[in-house]
Each structure stands twice: as structure tokens, then as C-alpha cells.
């Protein structure tokens, strides 16, 4: 019922005349688990060293104002593969905040994610690392349009076995048997617990391999790194390589993954015709200390609706088409469905709303970004608006430190763009600032459909 379904939303994808399979893009998307906006050497850390991320940053482009569609992973990864906000699908709750090995619930089969779209108009389709989306046969990336999958299907820290040793000693310890994940290759477990030391390698020998093999036809390889969320694990080659400790050690192993992945597509003749994004899924978990990551000079981190926590480090490359540059304008993950459709002679379907836009126009230099807002969600409620320049914050909430939501009424405002740091209010001298961005909330909440809440169903129990 569900392809019947999909095949009726997009009979507006027929290929458009004189756009060729051979000419349509590639596509790979390369999303970190927790890398915060200052993890990256390019974004300002002075002693992570990512050259290869440095090097497709100079080349390429490199999003300063780029955020994630939520704080955290379950809903951040469903509003990057749907162009929409997760609390159009179900994937964002006030009672859990992401899905876990109890969970039930999953993407629903009648969103529509990138790979289904671009399956329809002649993409191959690779889901790697992870998933996060429902780890059930009907939640699986096999199960929303990808023709293979590789990975463990939620978070690396789940099903842990050993809670008296804590997360941090037991990454230091390199007990990855702690964590009972499995590692599947489609619907079929493989390996349980997963070695998470080689899991970065083997992730990256697995991207290798698929660009191999689709190279002859247009393809969509998602690769979704599972760090550096903790714990951290990284191969013994990059063991005590980074100044800035484990920490330093896991991303720049993932650098060098983004080095073995641009070299195979250079090898095989089609750098040229491939899109790479590189982002993060949420800021860093600032709790962890030292083996958390930093956002930089950006507000709070992970779990929270402070720049922080969404706006992520994001790196673009197309060798001979992108127009070069720092891009300042905003852009996000939900924008990277409507984009990618947009290049490769798509059209978005009708009949849903999605809060994604096409970003072509800044990737090609003709045009600047149509994004000129952002909506922040904490679980199901939305807690701050950005507009322009500034940013209104109806609720605040400090990650992870077990502090309540505050209400704010008055509502903060902050100018981000001269304070990025949100640390001057400003709403008495902008009361008309405030009226508008009010009437955008209400504007935006009277848009959404009440929907069913996937995140709080769980396994029964015989």
C-alpha cells in the first residue's frame, strides 16, 4: 500500500527532458553523532587537526550559520531524511526524548525520506552507520528506500551491561563489550556486541566499497557516523595520536575517513560529479567534559534549544561547482531533501507540508539562501523562533544538568548575529522585533497536525 502510495505522491518526478542519468549528481551525506561547532580545526579548535575537512572547507564551502532539525538524535535524523520538522511525523515527544532498544514505534512507512524520492527518479541508495529511526524489520533503512544497509541501528551507548564503571572509564578502558549493539549488514544481525574500536574503519571501508560499486548510475550514500557520541572508541592507530586526548583521537580518526572516502571518489572519476556534506546531527554533550566535545563560542550544547545545541559545523564539497567561499546565510538539514531534488531534476511531492528549502542557489552562487528562519523544538514543544538576526527564546533549558524548562515571559531576544553567544538580551529595546517573531510561532504551531506520538511505544512483553 505504501509504494502504491509513494508512486501516486510522486508522478511529478517523471525525468526532466535533456537531463541524463550519467549527468545527475551523486550525493553523500557524512553525518557526525554529537560533533560540536568547535570540534573541527576549520571551525576554530586550536589542537583537533582535521586536514582533510580543512582542505574540503578551502575548496568548498563552509556553513557558519547551519543547524540540525533538532537538539538531539531520534528526531534530528527523521527531519534530515524528510525535509520536515519531526513533530510533523511523530518523531518528537515530550515523554522520550529518542528511541531506544525497547522502542516500538519507528519513522512512519508513509513519510517519504531522500532515498525513496531519489529511488524514483534512478538512484542507487546506501544507508550507512547509524540509523536511529526504529531498529524493527518495518523501521529499517531497508524499509524506507535504501537499497542496502550497514550499521547498528541506535545509539552506541545503549543496552549498556556495565553500569558500575562509568562511561568515561569504560571508553578508557576500551570495554566495548560493555554496550551490547548489534551490527547489522540489511535486516540480519551480524555481530553482537559490536566492536565499536574498528567500527569507524569499518564504517568507512563499507562507504569505499559502495562508491565502487555505484559509481556507473547516480547514488545517494548516507553515511551516519555513530561518534563522536560516548562512549568513544577509536583504532589503535589513532590511540593517543590527538594533543586534545580520546576525544581529539575519535574525530580525527572520522577526518581521516573523510579522506579515504573523497580519494575513492576521486579514483573512480566522479569527484566531480558528487555533492559531499559533512554535519552533525546535534551539538556536543557538554555533561561528558573532555570526552564531550565543544560548541565553541556557541551557547550550551546537546539537549538544549541554545545555539549550541543545533547549530552544527557543516562542510560542502563538489569540485567544479560549488562557488567557493564561507557561507554566513542560513541552512540546515532539512533543506537537504528539496536541495538534492533540485539537482537532480526532481520536483518535492504534493500533499504534505515540508519545512525544508532548496539551497541550490547558494551551492551554485547564483542566488542567496530562501532560509530566513528556524524553529526550535524541545520534544514536541517549540521553545525559540530565529528570524533574520535574531532569535526568541520562549522557554530555556540548560542540557542535561537537571534543570526544569523556565518559562521566559517576557520572552529573551538576541541579535546572534553580533552574539552569537546569546548572552545580552535585548527584547525591551525591540518591542516590535518581539510582536513579529510571536505572530511567526503562532503562525507556524497552527500549521502542524496533531499526529501520532512514535517515540513513546514499547516493545510488549510476553
Not at 538512484?123 to 537499497?147: M, N, S, V
Request: hydrophobic fraction near 35%; charged fraction near 20%.
Amino acid at each position: 500500500m505504501h509504494r502504491v502510495l509513494l508512486a501516486l505522491l510522486l508522478l511529478s518526478y517523471s525525468q526532466p527532458t535533456g537531463i541524463l542519468a550519467a549527468e545527475k549528481p551523486n550525493f553523500v551525506v557524512i553525518f557526525c553523532d554529537d560533533l560540536g561547532y568547535g570540534d573541527l580545526s576549520t571551525f576554530g579548535h586550536p589542537t583537533i587537526r582535521t586536514p582533510h575537512l580543512d582542505r574540503l572547507a578551502a575548496e568548498g564551502q563552509k556553513w557558519t550559520s547551519f543547524y540540525a532539525a533538532d537538539n538531539v538524535c531520534t528526531p534530528s535524523r527523521a527531519g534530515l531524511l524528510t525535509g520536515r520538522l519531526p513533530i510533523r511525523s511523530g518523531m518528537a515527544s515530550n515523554e522520550r526524548r529518542v528511541l531506544f532498544p525497547d522502542s516500538a514505534g519507528g519513522l512512519p512507512a508513509s513519510e517519504i525520506t531522500i532515498a525513496e524520492a531519489l529511488d524514483e527518479i534512478g538512484y542507487q541508495t546506501a544507508c550507512i552507520g547509524k540509523w536511529h529511526l526504529g531498529h524493527l524489520p518495518e523501521h529499517l533503512p531497508t524499509r524506507h528506500g535504501f537499497d542496502s544497509y550497514f550499521g547498528i541501528p541506535y545509539s552506541n551507548d545503549m543496552n549498556r551491561i556495565d553500569r558500575a564503571t562509568s562511561q568515561i572509564a569504560l571508553a578508557e578502558q576500551e570495554k566495548f563489550q560493555a554496550y551490547d549493539v548489534p551490527l547489522m549488514r540489511g535486516e540480519e544481525e551480524i555481530e553482537r556486541p559490536a566492536d565499536q574500536r574498528t567500527i569507524t574503519r569499518r564504517y568507512t571501508e563499507e562507504a569505499v566499497k559502495r562508491i565502487r560499486e555505484m559509481k556507473d548510475a547516480p547514488f545517494f550514500l548516507y553515511l551516519a557516523h555513530s561518534l563522536p557520541h560516548i562512549p568513544l572508541f577509536r583504532a589503535p592507530e589513532f590511540k593517543d595520536r590527538s594533543p586534545a586526548g580520546i576525544y581529539g583521537d575519535v574525530v580525527e580518526e572520522i577526518d581521516w575517513s573523510i579522506g579515504q572516502i573523497t580519494a575513492s571518489l576521486r579514483d573512480n572519476g566522479i569527484a566531480g560529479r558528487t555533492l559531499v556534506v559533512f554535519t552533525s546531527d546535534n551539538g556536543p554533550w557538554l555533561t561528558f567534559g573532555t570526552h564531550g566535545g565543544t560548541a565553541g563560542l556557541l551557547r550550551d550544547g546537546k539537549g538544549s534549544t541554545w545555539e549550541g545545541g543545533q547549530r552544527v559545523p557543516t562542510v560542502m564539497s563538489w569540485p567544479g561547482k560549488l562557488a567557493p567561499g564561507i557561507v554566513h546565510e542560513m541552512g540546515g538539514t532539512l533543506d537537504l531533501l528539496p536541495t538534492f531534488l533540485s539537482l537532480a531534476g526532481g520536483q518535492l511531492p504534493q500533499g504534505r507540508v515540508f519545512d525544508g528549502y532548496d539551497l541550490s542557489p547558494v551551492l551554485l552562487g547564483t542566488g542567496p539562501s530562501p532560509r530566513q528562519e528556524m524553529f526550535f523544538y524541545q520534544g514536541a514543544q517549540l521553545y525559540a523562533v530565529r528570524k533574520g538576526p535574531f532569535k526568541i527564546h520562549f522557554t530555556t533549558y540548560t542540557s542535561y544538568v537537571g534543570q526544569k524548562p523556565v518559562p521566559q515571559d517576557p520572552p529573551l531576544l538576541y541579535q546572534i548575529e553580533n552574539d552569537p553567544s546569546e548572552r545580552f538580551d535585548i527584547a525591551a529595546q525591540h518591542p516590535e522585533v518581539l510582536s513579529d517573531l510571536r505572530n511567526l510561532a503562532d503562525r507556524h504551531r497552527q500549521s502542524v497536525e496533531p499526529v501520532e506520538d512514535q517515540l513513546i511505544k514499547v516493545i510488549r512483553k510476553e
